[in-house]
C-alpha cells in the first residue's frame, strides 16, 4: 500500500516506512519505529518545527463582537442550524468554536459573515449593528473572513493570485484610479510583498493562475489577503486545513500575532489539537447551541470530547 499524506501522526501510526519528498526532491527514507514526528517534520520542512503555540497569557480588553440569540435556518432540514446562540469575543483574544463536522458551525459563521441572512437575533461589531449589513460592509468596517471552502468563498480560480490579493480592496484609491481603472503596478508591487512575507509559492509569481496552485498556498494567499487588511475581528475557519507542520506553524504564529496586536480572533476548527493549543477561550456547539465553554489551559480532550459528543453540558446552558 502507497500512503500519502502530510498529517505526522497519520504517518506514524499506519506506515512501515516514509520517504520524505521537498520541493519535489527526494529527502529521504526512515522506518517509522525508528523515528520521531519532531525528526520527520524537520525532513518535510528544512528546519525543526515547534508543535506547541507559543503564546503569553491572554489579555481581554474591550467587547469586538457581540451575537445574541442568533438564530440560522437549516437548508438540510425543518429544524434550524444554529439555535439561539450567544456570545462575545474581546480585543486581545482568541475563542474557538469547536464540535463535530455538521453541528452549525458553518451555518454560524455564514450568518456572522453576512453569506445567510438570520432568521433572528443581532449581531454588534465594535458597537455597531451590523445584523443585515452587507458582505463588503463588514469588511469594510473591519471583518476579516478566511472562509471553510477557498474554492467556493475564497477565490476566483480563474484570476490570477495578484487579483485574488487584491479583491476586496481593489476600489481603494491606491489600486484604482478617479476614473475607474486599475492601478496594476501598485497591485503587482501589493501582491509581490504579501507573496514574500507569507512564502506563497507560485510559479509565475503575482500572475499565476489561482486554479494551478497547490491547495496550501492557495490557502496561504487567502490568509495573507484577510490579514494584512488589519482586520477589527479576524473570522478563521479551519485555516490550517490541507497545509504542512511548517505552514501549520506559520498560520498559528499568524492568528496570535492577530491576538497580540490588540485584534479580536473567532477560530472554528475540528482539529483537537488546534483546538486545545491556539484559544484562550473554547465554546463547543452540538446540534446548533453552544453547550459549554472551556478553558484551554485546564480542561482535557477527553472532557472536550464529551461536550462535542453531547454526553455533558454547561447546567446554566441546559
Avoid: W
Amino acid at each position: 500500500i502507497l500512503f500519502i499524506s502530510h498529517k505526522l501522526a497519520e504517518i506514524m501510526a499506519v506506515a512501515d516506512r516514509c520517504t520524505v519528498l521537498r520541493k519535489g526532491k527526494y529527502i529521504g527514507t526512515v522506518e517509522t519505529k525508528n523515528t520521531t514526528m519532531e525528526e520527520l517534520s524537520a525532513m518535510m520542512v528544512g528546519r525543526s518545527v515547534n508543535f506547541h503555540v507559543e503564546k503569553s497569557p491572554c489579555q481581554p480588553g474591550e467587547v469586538v463582537l457581540n451575537v445574541e440569540h442568533m438564530t440560522v435556518a437549516s437548508k438540510m432540514h425543518k429544524n434550524n442550524a444554529v439555535k439561539d446562540v450567544s456570545f462575545q469575543v474581546r480585543r486581545g483574544e482568541i475563542v474557538c468554536i469547536a464540535g463535530i463536522d455538521g453541528n452549525g458551525q458553518t451555518e454560524l459563521v455564514y450568518g456572522l459573515t453576512g453569506l445567510e441572512p438570520l432568521s433572528g437575533g443581532k449581531i454588534t461589531m465594535c458597537g455597531q449593528d451590523i445584523t443585515n449589513l452587507s458582505i463588503r460592509k463588514k469588511s469594510l468596517l473591519g471583518m476579516s473572513h478566511i472562509p471553510e471552502d477557498r474554492h467556493k468563498h475564497g477565490l476566483v480560480l480563474d484570476y490570477s493570485l495578484e487579483d485574488n490579493l487584491v479583491l476586496q480592496r481593489y476600489f481603494e484609491p491606491e489600486f484604482t484610479t478617479k476614473s475607474g481603472f486599475l492601478r496594476r503596478d501598485n497591485i503587482r508591487k501589493y501582491a509581490t510583498r504579501l507573496i514574500e512575507e507569507y512564502d506563497v509559492r507560485s510559479g509565475q509569481g503575482p500572475i499565476t493562475q489561482a486554479r494551478s496552485m497547490s491547495g496550501g498556498n492557495q490557502q496561504k494567499a487567502i490568509v495573507a489577503r484577510e490579514i494584512d487588511k488589519n482586520p477589527e475581528l479576524l473570522v478563521a475557519v479551519q485555516p490550517t486545513r490541507g497545509l504542512d507542520v511548517g505552514a501549520i506553524e506559520f498560520i498559528h504564529k499568524q492568528l496570535v500575532a492577530q491576538r497580540d496586536a490588540g485584534r479580536a480572533v473567532l477560530l472554528v476548527s475540528l482539529e483537537l489539537d488546534e483546538v486545545m493549543d491556539v484559544p484562550d477561550r473554547i465554546l463547543v456547539m452540538y446540534e446548533g447551541e453552544i453547550v459549554g465553554e472551556l478553558d484551554p489551559k485546564t480542561t482535557t480532550q477527553e472532557e472536550l470530547g464529551l461536550y462535542m459528543a453531547g454526553a455533558k453540558r454547561d447546567e446554566v446552558k441546559a
